[in-house]
């Protein structure tokens, strides 16, 4: 049996140290990495949910406009409020976006 003076189980202690400080450096750095890309996945799906609520909107609309029973002289006054009415959603859209 071989036994090992102070001195090297010091060495062996401070290399273990050592080796466990770069892998928290590893760790700490990929931990950094997957932080910064959940945030970036976090405001990706935000801003879909917002163009697909956007969709939504504007298909319950169309189909809100197709159960109308229009008579010649009423679809172009029909149409421009439906318009106006968009143009609304749009800007409201917008604003609750920023």
């Known amino acids: 049996m071989v036994e090992t003076t102070p001195l ?4 062996a202690i401070q290399a ?3 080796s466990l400080h770069e892998q928290l450096q590893q760790a700490n750095q990929l931990l950094d990495e997957v932080q910064k890309e959940n945030e970036l996945l976090k405001k990706e799906i935000k801003d879909k949910d917002i163009k697909l609520k956007d969709f939504q909107n504007k298909f319950k609309i169309t ?3 197709k ?3 229009l008579r ?3 679809n172009e006054d029909v149409k421009k409020k439906i318009e106006e009415y968009i143009g609304e959603i749009d800007r409201c859209i917008a604003h609750l976006s920023r």
């Open 67 to 69: 159960g109308f029973d």
């Open 8 to 11: 090297e189980k010091l060495n």
């Open 72 to 74: 010649d002289g009423d």
């Open 16 to 18: 273990k140290i050592l």
């Open 63 to 65: 189909n809100i406009v």
